[in-house]
T-cell receptor, first 113, second 117 residues
Framework: GESVGLHLPTLSVQEGDNSIINCAYSNSASDYFIWYKQESGKGPQFIIDIRSNMDKRQGQRVTVLLNKTVKHLSLQIAATQPGDSAVYFCAERAWSGYSTLTFGKGTMLLVSP | GAVVSQHPSRVICKSGTSVKIECRSLDFQATTMFWYRQFPKQSLMLMATSNEGSKATYEQGVEKDKFLINHASLTLSTLTVTSAHPEDSSFYIC?????????????FGEGSWLTVV
């Protein structure tokens, strides 16, 4: 399972491969999910989002899949590039009127040329 | 370009002093903003919700007298770390929801590195 604290789970892939990053969430009341990319020393960058009434959403080179039955979220990146190397966080929101997000622990993606 | 701006991006202060970090929404109004703290190789932890025109809402375990939040206008929230100690050294990030047709999209600032020496 994932470690807490100093060591992020790491996914290492070769340039051109497809990458799949997984996330488990715990709150069945969450209705909105977002994937963020965070490069070293920078703030999180929005990648793609999905609402709980959907199970799949596609963007440019990215696809998010949502399985509410097992509370699982995944981010698929097609034709991974070295510039995709970063830490990826999933975030969930249980609607409270204030858009409060709960972040997952994060996965580091390392892309080798 | 950035839709949420933070300043400063890096700051070094001496123990016992106070430091202010600003979070601005660009080209949109944000009645609510959020402040997070992030330690190296860890996830973002919500510290508080900043509300324009009212008091901030702090998460459990966050000292409101140490981390002062002021939502001065619909585009500006500030976080002041008072009587800073070395253990306050961290990456502080703000976010603001921007209302779009289908709901809210939540944008983050670039973060502010605080080092207390």
């Amino acid at each position: 399972g994932e470690s807490v604290g100093l060591h992020l789970p790491t996914l290492s892939v070769q340039e051109g491969d497809n990458s799949i990053i997984n996330c488990a969430y715990s709150n069945s009341a969450s209705d909105y999910f977002i994937w963020y990319k965070q490069e070293s020393g920078k703030g999180p960058q929005f990648i793609i989002d999905i609402r709980s009434n959907m199970d799949k959403r596609q963007g440019q080179r990215v696809t998010v899949l949502l399985n509410k039955t097992v509370k699982h979220l995944s981010l698929q990146i097609a034709a991974t590039q070295p510039g995709d190397s970063a830490v990826y966080f999933c975030a969930e929101r249980a609607w409270s009127g204030y858009s409060t997000l709960t972040f997952g622990k994060g996965t580091m993606l390392l892309v080798s040329p | 370009g950035a839709v949420v701006s933070q300043h400063p991006s890096r700051v070094i202060c001496k123990s016992g002093t106070s430091v202010k970090i600003e979070c601005r929404s660009l080209d949109f109004q944000a009645t609510t903003m959020f402040w997070y703290r992030q330690f190296p190789k860890q996830s973002l932890m919500l510290m508080a919700t900043s509300n324009e025109g009212s008091k901030a809402t702090y998460e459990q375990g966050v000292e409101k007298d140490k981390f002062l939040i002021n939502h001065a206008s619909l585009t500006l929230s500030t976080l002041t770390v008072t009587s800073a100690h070395p253990e306050d050294s961290s990456f502080y990030i703000c976010s603001a929801p921007q209302r779009v047709n289908s709901g809210n999209t939540i944008y983050f600032g670039e973060g502010s590195w605080l080092t207390v020496v």
